[in-house]
């Protein structure tokens, strides 16, 4: 699949934002899909994660009760909803999506994951 971001933009520290990755192949729901983010200097690092079925989400500590993950396979589009954000949110972000993709937590270097080119968040103090 061939994920697309949008909704990144520039917010001051405590706001709010939300992406969305949008994907237009129908296999849609057959994928589990991921959030990472990538600042300047920075390894890509996982955000969060919801499982093919929907059950399942993970969340990486430093964003965990700020930042929620769902989808919507009506719409191929999954959501992250950024709350209390702070300058250390600042980074480039990515989908991901991995065919029957658990959701649990992966590296970035996982060889299988379909990227998206990423949006961009930044977070003024």
């Known amino acids: 699949v061939q994920p697309v971001e949008f909704g990144g933009g520039v917010v001051q520290a405590g706001g709010s934002l939300s992406l969305s990755c949008v994907v237009s192949e129908r296999v849609f729901s057959t994928y589990g899909f991921y959030w990472f983010r990538q600042a300047p200097g920075k390894e890509r690092e996982f955000v969060c994660s919801i499982s093919a079925t929907g059950g399942d989400t993970y969340y990486a500590d430093s964003v965990k009760g700020r930042f929620t993950i769902s989808r919507d396979d009506a719409k191929n589009t999954v959501w992250l909803r950024m709350n209390s954000l702070k300058p250390e949110d600042t980074a480039a972000y990515y989908c991901?999506?991995?065919?029957w993709g658990s959701g649990r937590p992966m590296s970035a270097d996982e060889e299988w994951l379909d990227w998206g080119q990423g949006t961009q968040v930044t977070v003024s103090s």
């Open positions: 991901a999506g991995l065919l």
